[in-house]
């Protein structure tokens, strides 16, 4: 079935410092990727998305990359800030009619101050 | 900004009673789910809804049921509750226009059976 890969599962980086968090997804008719930031106690939100005709996208400190060939796509957090410490999830949409979504396994990251 | 609502937020019950989780969002989205996830762990469909009337179940199995008889509301029960089901519930739905299915999750219900 399809899946997506996320990694690493941890990443601690010192604040100012860049972190990026990779995923790999396996559905080819896979054309939209939304990227979720998950504090302690909260539900995930929704900071970056991309879908399948555009290669980059930017968001003030946050970008996300895509690679169709290779079925990969990656978040950037430029300038981390101690705020920017949370689970981060990456998602792939399933495009089999069923409006449904297949969730990575989440990255903790932490800014250290 | 996502305007969908979960109560309970928290929630300590004794095994075998029954509960129910609300949701309900306000952004008139057909689309509707259930998650259940550990903390800071992977997120797991259990239930999903396309529209009223309409539910089916997820990847993960559950005990749980759903219905949706309104656009705007999809509670979620369990009829006999244990400790297995100690886990937080995240409810989400999404729209159908060009934008995408953006999904969009409620703040969740933390859910701990005793």
């Known amino acids: 079935g399809e899946n997506v890969e996320q990694h690493p599962s941890t990443l601690s980086v010192q604040e100012g410092d860049s972190a990026v968090i990779k995923c790999t997804y396996s559905?080819?008719?896979?054309?939209?990727f939304p990227w979720y930031k998950q504090e302690l106690g909260k539900g995930p939100q929704l900071i970056i998305d991309i879908r399948s005709n555009v290669g980059e996208k930017k968001d003030q400190r946050i970008a996300v990359t895509l690679n169709k060939t290779a079925k990969h796509f990656s978040l950037h957090i430029t300038e981390t800030q101690p705020e920017d410490s949370a689970v981060y999830f990456c998602?792939?949409?399933?495009?089999?009619?069923?409006?449904?979504?297949?969730f990575g396994t989440g990255t903790r990251l932490k800014v250290l101050a | 900004e996502a305007d969908i609502y979960q109560t309970p937020r928290y929630l300590v019950i004794g095994t075998g009673k029954k509960i129910t989780l609300e949701c309900s969002q306000t952004m008139g989205h057909d689309k509707m789910y259930w998650y259940q996830q550990d903390p800071g762990m992977e997120l797991h469909l259990i239930h999903y809804?396309?529209?009223?009337?309409?539910?089916e179940k997820g990847d993960l199995s559950s005990e749980s049921t759903v219905s949706r008889i309104r656009t705007e509301h999809f509670p979620l029960t369990l009829e006999s509750a244990r400790p297995s089901h100690t886990s937080q519930y995240l409810c989400?739905?999404?729209?159908?226009?060009?934008?995408?299915?953006?999904?969009?999750f409620g703040e969740g219900s933390w859910l701990t059976v005793v």
């Open positions: 559905d080819s008719a896979s054309n939209y």
């Open positions: 809804s396309y529209g009223v009337n309409s539910t």
């Open positions: 998602a792939a949409s399933i495009n089999s009619g069923t409006y449904k979504y297949i």
């Open positions: 989400a739905s999404s729209d159908t226009v060009d934008s995408g299915n953006t999904i969009y």
